[in-house]
C-alpha cells in the first residue's frame, strides 16, 4: 500500500533537491543557458514545423496509431508539445518545467507509446530543431556545435525526465495490477463448522503466496476453522520457494491449531517438488479434493449439536 | 507482571495478558511445573491471544514447560497464537515442534478433552 501511495504522488519525487541534482547530472551551465538564449528566437520562428517533426514521425509508425487516432488526446498532446519546445528554449528549468514534461508522458504512457518509438520520436524533433541551429553559424563549424551542444544538453536532460514519468506510470500500472490480482486472489470458502476450503487457481508466485497466507490465517480465525483443505488442482506448476511458502503456511496453521490438508497435487508437480528435493514430510497430502473433504469430515467427527458441545467443554 | 494460573476442573489455565520479560517466563514454567502435581492436573492451557510479539526465548521456554509438564502428567496446549505470530515463527523457524496449539481457550479445552479421553481408553 505504502508503495502504490508514493508512486501515485510524482511531484514529491521532483523537490528542489532532486531538480538542482538532475541540472547537475545534465551538466547544463551558465554559458549553457547563454547559448540557448541566442538561439532562442531562430527556434521559436519555425515552432510549428519542430513540433510537426515530432508526430509526423509517431505516424509513420503503426504502433502510435491508438495515439494518433484520439483527437483528444492529441489536441493536448500537441499544445503541451509546443509548450515544451518553448520552455526549453526558455532557460528556465523549475518545478513547472518538470510538471509539464511528467504531464506529457503520462499522456504518451496511457496511450501505450513504446518508449523506443518515443525516443525516435524525440530526436527527431531534436535534428529539426538542430538544422536551425546549424543554419544559423553557416560560417562558424565551432560556434554551431558549441550552440548545439548546449541545447543537446537540454535535450537529455528532459528526456531523463520524460523516462522516468513513463516508467513511473508503468509502475503504478503494475501496483494496479497487483492488487486486482490480490482482490481476484483466493477465497476461503466455509463448506461447514469449523472446515475450510481453499481453492487455488493459476500462478502461484511468491506474491500470491504470501497473500494466500495472510488471507488464510486470517480466515481460521475469523471462521473458527479445525481442518483447512487447499486444493491445488488448478496449479500447474510449484517452484521450490513457493513449496517452502506452503510449508511454513501449513506450519502457520498448525501453530493457530487448524489442520491443513493439501489435494490436487498433479503429476507433473508432485515430480517437481521431489526433483527439487523440497521437504514435504510436514504437508499432510490426499489425492484430490472429494478425499480431502472425507478426511476432514473424520477428523471433524460429526457435527455436534449446540447442546452437546456445551456440556462436552463443561464436562 | 507475573500470570495469574487459574484452575478449572483438572485443568490449569494461564492467561497472559501483556509482554512477558525472561523472568517471568521462567517463572510460570517452574510455578506450572509445581502447580501441575500439586493439584492433580491432567492439563494445562497457556492462552498468548493478548501477545502480538513472541521471540525465541519464549517459544523455547514454553516448549520446555510442555515437555516438562508432560512428565509430571498433564498435557499443555498453547492457544491463541495470532496470525502474524504465527507467521513470524514459523518463518523464524520456531515451529513449537511436539506442542498442542489450539485456536482459542474453548478449542483448547475440547483438544485437552480428547488427549485425555483417548489416554484412557489407550490406558
Known amino acids: 500500500m505504502l508503495e ?36 532562442k528566437d531562430d527556434v521559436l520562428e519555425r515552432l510549428d514545423e ?12 503503426e504502433e502510435a496509431q491508438g495515439l494518433l487516432r ?24 523549475g518545478h513547472s518545467y518538470f510538471e509539464q514534461r511528467f504531464r506529457l508522458g503520462e499522456i504518451y504512457n496511457r496511450a501505450q507509446v513504446d518508449i523506443a518509438l518515443f525516443m525516435g520520436a524525440f530526436h527527431n524533433q531534436m535534428g529539426s530543431i538542430g538544422w536551425r541551429i546549424m543554419a544559423r553559424y553557416p560560417k562558424d563549424s565551432d560556434k554551431a556545435f558549441r550552440h548545439l551542444f548546449a541545447f543537446k544538453k537540454v535535450a537529455f536532460f528532459d528526456l531523463g525526465i520524460l523516462v522516468d514519468a513513463m516508467m513511473t506510470a508503468r509502475e503504478q500500472t503494475i501496483v494496479r495490477q497487483q492488487e486486482a490480482i490480490r482482490e481476484l486472489s483466493t477465497p476461503a470458502l ?4 469449523r472446515l475450510l476450503i481453499l481453492p487455488i487457481i493459476g500462478l502461484l508466485d511468491s506474491f500470491r503466496a504470501k497473500q494466500l497466507t495472510d488471507g488464510l490465517l486470517q480466515a481460521i480465525r475469523s471462521h473458527r476453522a479445525k481442518v483447512v483443505v487447499m486444493d491445488l488442482t488448478g496449479v500447474a506448476t510449484v517452484d521450490s520457494k513457493v513449496a517452502n511458502h506452503l510449508i511454513q503456511t501449513v506450519a502457520a496453521a498448525r501453530l493457530m491449531g487448524a489442520i491443513v490438508i493439501v489435494t490436487g497435487l498433479s503429476a507433473e508437480v508432485a515430480q517437481s517438488l521431489v526433483t527439487l528435493g523440497v521437504d514435504l514430510r510436514g504437508l499432510n497430502t490426499i489425492g484430490d479434493l472429494q478425499g480431502g473433504i472425507e478426511e476432514a469430515e473424520r477428523l471433524l467427527g460429526p457435527p455436534p449439536s449446540r447442546g452437546e458441545r456445551h456440556l462436552s467443554v463443561v464436562g | 507482571m507475573p500470570v495469574p494460573v487459574l484452575k478449572q476442573g483438572d485443568v490449569l489455565i494461564a492467561s497472559i495478558q501483556s509482554a512477558l520479560t525472561d523472568r517471568d517466563l521462567l517463572q510460570l514454567k517452574d510455578e506450572l ?15 498468548v491471544t493478548a501477545l502480538d510479539v513472541m521471540d ?39 515451529t513449537l515442534e511436539g506442542v498442542e496449539t489450539a485456536l482459542d481457550l474453548e478449542e483448547g479445552l475440547e483438544t485437552l478433552r480428547a488427549a485425555v479421553d483417548a489416554h484412557r481408553h489407550g490406558g
Open chain 1, 190 to 193: 466455509q463448506v461447514r463448522d
Open chain 1, 70 to 93: 484520439r483527437s483528444d488526446v492529441m489536441e493536448d498532446a500537441r499544445k503541451l508539445e509546443r509548450e515544451h519546445i518553448i520552455a526549453m528554449v526558455s532557460g528556465r528549468y
Open chain 2, 33 to 47: 511445573a509445581e502447580k501441575v502435581g500439586q493439584f492433580r492436573s491432567s492439563g494445562v492451557i497457556i492462552d
Open chain 1, 4 to 39: 502504490a501511495q508514493s508512486n501515485t504522488d510524482h511531484s514529491a519525487k521532483f523537490d528542489a533537491t532532486d531538480l538542482d541534482r538532475r541540472l547537475s547530472f545534465g551538466n547544463i551551465g551558465p554559458e549553457d543557458r547563454a547559448c540557448i538564449d541566442e538561439i
Open chain 2, 56 to 94: 525465541s526465548f519464549a517459544t523455547r521456554t514454553l516448549r520446555g514447560l510442555a515437555a516438562a509438564t508432560k512428565l509430571r502428567g498433564a498435557e499443555t496446549v498453547i492457544v491463541g497464537i495470532q496470525p502474524d505470530v504465527a507467521m513470524a515463527l514459523v518463518e523464524l523457524g520456531l
Open chain 1, 50 to 61: 519542430h513540433v510537426e517533426a515530432f508526430f509526423s514521425h509517431l505516424a509513420r509508425h
